[in-house]
């Protein structure tokens, strides 16, 4: 009995290492036709966008980079590097008098960012509104005028309605591009101090980041990966941290998942969340679940080298990261310009009393 059993498994084996085998082979194969497909970048000749591109092609993952049709800002290592496609246009259709649509629901995708995104499984969202926020922003606001829905370069526009155009866009692909990578930042404390001078200085670029946020989170076909980094730097600067001659410590990117509002904000580079973009397209790709994951990231820079298992590299970390498990603000943008707008009037009050003290004190120095 025992030796027919044996002889039974011995001719078995060939046949289940035969499958085994197989089983290998189909998995290499979906991976390197996963990884074959080109991913959108969207804000590829900014500093991040170069910095991630530039990661990917070290990967070997071809690009489709939208680049405004006015850019003059592109890479040299672009110019002949084949796994670099330029596709160049707007982001939003643009209308009869070659502006952007706007409006809460008519916000329609380019023709240039369908061939984009055309091919693409993934795409990434690294572009953010830079406008600063002018005077006469104030006096139109007054006048019960809303700057936001009549500049074109508005954070309202870059950072929240360029996310409708896209989701549209994607919905109108067919199925085909299923996840989103999006750089937003942290823009959940509307009443912080931080929160509160970049809306005021930035034309409501936080307020309107979150916005985008929450499109994202309210799709059910199209996966996300919402990335907020900390203060973005080419370069950080280790010596100015540290007085006289006191070592330098060691530091990571440490990541955290729902939102991780409990992580505190550091100075990070951009080539580390390049490297960490890329880390999440090559694992992404592996998974082959790119719709199913709905991630909300803190990544920050932290003293230390970490010691738990299971998040020692930034494989490990990102691996860890769990879908979304809380229920996020459904909007903040109300409490967001309450507050700057609070601020604003004080700062108004404090130097309407400061100019008319100066006038009082001059005019009793001089009668």
Not at 26 to 40: E, F, M, Q
């Amino acid at each position: 009995m025992t030796t027919t059993t044996t002889t039974t498994i011995i001719h078995r084996r060939p046949s289940l290492l035969l499958l085994l085998l197989i089983s290998v082979m189909i998995s290499l194969t979906n991976t390197v036709n996963a990884l074959s497909k080109p991913v959108a970048v969207l804000g590829g000749t900014g500093r991040l966008g170069q910095q991630t591109v530039r990661q990917l092609i070290n990967q070997n993952i071809p690009v489709k980079c939208l680049v405004r049709p006015d850019s003059k800002n592109l890479p040299k290592e672009w110019e002949n590097e084949p796994l670099v496609e330029i596709v160049r246009g707007e982001l939003l259709l643009l209308n009869g008098k070659g502006q952007p649509t706007y409006g809460i629901t008519n916000a329609k995708p380019s023709s240039e960012l369908m061939e984009c995104l055309n091919g693409c499984h993934q795409c990434i969202a690294v572009y953010g509104a830079t406008r600063r926020t002018k005077v006469s922003d104030f006096f139109l606001f007054l006048l019960n005028k809303e700057i936001e829905d009549i500049d074109p370069i508005h954070a309202k526009q870059i950072n929240y309605r360029s996310i409708q155009g896209l989701l549209k866009a994607c919905t109108a692909s067919g199925g085909e591009c299923t996840h989103i990578i999006r750089i937003t930042g942290k823009g959940e404390n509307p009443t912080g101090k931080i929160s509160i001078l970049i809306n005021l200085l930035g034309s409501f670029a936080k307020a309107w980041n979150y916005e985008g946020e929450e499109l994202l989170r309210g799709q059910t076909n199209i996966g996300y990966t919402i990335i907020r980094p900390g203060i973005m730097k080419e370069k950080i600067d280790e010596k100015k941290k540290k007085k006289d001659d006191d070592p330098v410590e060691p530091r990571y990117l440490e990541l955290m998942d729902d939102g991780g509002n409990e992580l505190k904000v550091s100075a990070v580079e951009y080539n580390e969340i390049g490297e960490l973009i890329t880390e999440l397209i090559v694992i992404e790709n592996n998974e082959n679940k790119l719709n199913n994951r709905r991630v909300t990231l803190a990544a920050m820079n932290v003293e230390g080298i970490p010691k738990e298992d299971g998040r020692k590299t930034l494989k490990e970390r990102v691996l860890a990261l769990r879908n979304d498990r809380r229920d996020f603000p459904k909007s903040l943008i109300d409490q967001h310009k309450s507050a700057v707008y609070g601020f604003a009037k004080k700062l108004a009050l404090f130097g309407t009393i400061t100019i008319v003290s100066l006038i009082w004190f001059i005019i009793n120095k001089v009668f």
